[in-house]
Nanobody
Framework: QVQLVESGGGLVQAGDSLRLSCAAS????????MAWFRQAPGKEREFVAR???????????DSADSVKGRFTISRANDGNTVNLQMNSLKPEDTAVYYC????????????????????WGQGTQVTVSS
């Protein structure tokens, strides 16, 4: 049974840092695209960062403009754990953060939309106070 389990959320002040982790199990995830999304109250789920295996035998990663330079996504060597290092947090980063994985190596065309991912974690709350 495939499971994605997030951890590391919490309540912090603006300017602080948090590190989220997602442990994937139930199949091999090392070559599958994985990502972080977030959803604030009353808003749609939005893309935060993604990572995928490349033909150059390394992981490619990038992030949304709203978090670029502050958030960094990374994969553990076994590829089954994905982390999100969040620095310089802002109140507008407050949301439930979800880990996601695609079920195929190629995934979707852009890997920035929630419909392109097949497996989801239960989410972890991040609250940033001003």
């Amino acid at each position: 049974q495939v499971q994605l389990v997030e951890s590391g959320g919490g309540l912090v002040q603006a300017g602080d840092s948090l590190r989220l982790s997602c442990a994937a199990s139930g199949r091999t995830f090392s070559r599958l695209p994985m990502a972080w999304f977030r959803q604030a109250p009353g808003k749609e789920r939005e893309f935060v960062a993604r990572t995928r295996w490349t033909a150059e035998n390394r992981y490619y990663s990038d992030s949304a403009d709203s978090v670029k330079g502050r958030f960094t996504i990374s994969r553990a060597n076994d590829g089954n754990t994905v982390n999100l290092q969040m620095n310089s947090l802002k109140p507008e980063d407050t949301a439930v953060y979800y880990c996601a994985a695609a079920s195929t190596v190629l995934g979707g065309p852009r890997l920035k939309s929630s419909y392109e991912y097949d497996y989801w974690g239960q989410g972890t709350q991040v609250t940033v106070s001003s």
